[in-house]
Structures are given as C-alpha cells and as structure tokens.
Nanobody, 117 residues
Framework: VQLQASGGLVQAGDSLRLSCAVS????????TGWFRQAPGKEREFVAT????????VYSDSVKGRFTISSGNGKNLVYLQMNYLKSEDTAVYYC????????????WGRGTQVTVSS
C-alpha cells in the first residue's frame, strides 16, 4: 500500500483540504487516518475513519474544526481543515491499518502544512 498526500501554506483562520491517494493492495485496509508532527514534538493522532467510511474519531485538539472523509469509492482520503491555527503547523501524514494489524502499518511520506498568524 502506498499513500501520498499534498499540503500547503495558509493563514490563520483559513481552510485547507489535504488529500491522500492510496494505491496498491487496498482490499485489506481496515482504517485510514491522519497524524501530524510539529517541530520538536512527537507525532500525534489527528483523525481516523473506516476504509469503508464512517466511524470517525478525532483528537480533542481538532474536533469541530477538521473533518476526515473517504473518497466515495475512489482510493482517496481527505482531511478538511477549517479555522486553522498556528499550532496546527506540522508535517501531516496519512496512514492505513490493515485488517488484523495491531498498529498502523503503512505510512505516507508526510506533507508540510504551515499556518501563518
């Protein structure tokens, strides 16, 4: 499974949608999700969704501002980010977890999101 995402540079209060293209053997994917790592901090969970859609879960820091969705039959996962804050600045990673896996086992390369205040 390969994952590739795209990010960007925005101002505080703006919106940005991240897209993650998933390729390879996708039939065994159970969850997909987004994580982020800010400078000097550990990587943290942002949001997750069932590969088939639904059962979304969010971290408290993004709940109500971010929305994760899957691509309606296309091998895409989105993260709609609204009301962005400077503390959302990080490298964002999309990831997938296969059925039966005990942890996230496929990771994209990461994409930089910079929110200027």
């Amino acid at each position: 499974v390969q994952l590739q995402a795209s990010g960007g540079l925005v101002q505080a209060g703006d919106s940005l949608r991240l897209s993650c293209a998933v390729s390879g053997r996708t039939d065994n994917i159970y969850f997909t999700g987004w994580f982020r790592q800010a400078p000097g901090k550990e990587r943290e969970f942002v949001a997750t969704i069932l590969w088939s859609g639904g059962n979304t879960v969010y971290s408290d820091s993004v709940k109500g501002r971010f929305t994760i969705s899957s691509g309606n039959g296309k091998n895409l996962v989105y993260l709609q980010m609204n009301y962005l804050k400077s503390e959302d600045t990080a490298v964002y990673y999309c990831a997938s977890r296969s059925s039966g896996a005990t942890d996230w086992n496929y990771w994209g390369r990461g994409t930089q999101v910079t929110v200027s205040s």
